[in-house]
């Protein structure tokens, strides 16, 4: 998905004959204009909720502390985490989080 959600909302807007940048505008009223982008949201949510490349890893630079949590708490913490990256696996069932030895 190489578009932002807003994007994606834009052109939804855009194809409805309804852009953004005059929904603010007479003769819309600003209840209806905000109809309008929620509904342009929800559509956008619906189609592409749970839409990420799995399989493909994401590396995520700017995390350096990563916390695995459960009922009980947090079960593992790492507060020097390096090279931090990401992936879904098993049709979106399976989280990996691969870490670089960050340990000081």
Known sequence: MSESFDQMVNRVLEYNRT??????????RADDSRELIRNAEELVWSL???VEKVDTIHERPLVDRVEVI???GRVYTNMWATGVSTALQDDGKTLKVFLKDGAK
Request: hydrophobic content about 10%; cysteine-free.
């Open 48 to 50: 592409t909720k749970g």
């Open 70 to 72: 459960d009922d009980r």
């Open 19 to 28: 852009p953004r940048r005059h929904l603010f505008e007479y003769p819309y």
